[in-house]
């Protein structure tokens, strides 16, 4: 069974701290996504890679940055917390054209 | 930006009927997809339809696509209240998925 692992279900971080938000799938995929999800905006596109050590902008970069070392493992990363940034974090990884997408179970930031 | 609208925002209904959610988009794609979230947890796929195709099924779930019209339903027969979630369109407009986008969802509401 496919799997794509957030290793933080349940996080409350304060305002100006770092955040760390791991991401790891066991399906060798290339291609791996962090989305963002609030009531009412439905799930909106942060960063994207496609390979290794590779990354793309998506929508609402701002605030975001990623890492992925690991082809299995793609972190997002808060440089500074702040309370707009309380939100359901998805992880999801795809391996090949015009397929679905895999996502993990999401991970609840709440910022104070 | 938004790509996928759906339509109702909710939807609530009693076991047995059938349930209906429409989708529209704005510009050309490439395949349509739609996913099922369950309260909290993280997306998972139900179905693809390319912009080929025209009807697609799968077990209880039917799923049209009217590219003149870029809309798409996602019909659900014989509801059961294990089918209570929020369902999510999201639209490929190339082979790349960096530019898949999703709607808002509808929230589906099956009381026993």
């Known amino acids: 069974d496919v799997k794509v692992t957030q290793s933080s279900r349940y996080l409350v971080k304060r305002t100006g701290e770092k955040v760390f938000l791991e991401c790891v799938q066991d399906?060798?995929?290339?291609?791996m996504f962090w989305y963002r999800q609030d009531p009412g905006l439905g799930l909106r596109l942060i960063y994207f890679?496609?390979?290794?050590?590779?990354?793309e902008k998506g929508d609402i970069p701002e605030g975001y940055s990623v890492s992925r070392e690991k082809k299995e493992r793609f972190s997002l990363i808060l440089e500074s917390a702040s309370t707009n940034q309380t939100s359901m974090y998805l992880c999801?990884?795809?391996?090949?054209?015009?397929?679905?997408?895999?996502f993990g179970e999401g991970s609840w930031l709440t910022v104070v | 930006s938004q790509q996928g609208e759906e339509d109702p925002q909710a939807l609530s209904i009693q076991e047995g009927e059938n349930a209906t959610m429409n989708c529209s988009y704005k510009?050309?794609?490439?395949?349509l997809q739609w996913y099922r979230q369950n309260s909290g947890r993280g997306l998972v796929h139900l179905i693809l339809?390319?912009?080929?195709?025209r009807e697609k099924h799968s077990g209880r779930l039917r799923v049209t696509l009217d590219t003149s019209k870029k809309s798409s339903s996602l019909l659900i027969t014989a509801s059961r209240a294990a089918d209570t979630a929020s369902y999510f369109c999201?639209?490929?407009?190339?082979?790349?998925?960096?530019?898949?986008?999703f709607g808002t969802g509808t929230r589906l509401q099956v009381f026993p």
């Open positions: 999801a990884s795809w391996g090949s054209p015009g397929n679905t997408i895999y």
């Open positions: 399906m060798d995929h290339e291609n």
């Open positions: 890679s496609y390979d290794v050590k590779m990354k």
């Open positions: 510009t050309s794609i490439n395949n």
């Open positions: 339809i390319r912009s080929n195709e």
């Open positions: 999201a639209t490929g407009r190339s082979y790349n998925t960096d530019k898949l986008i």
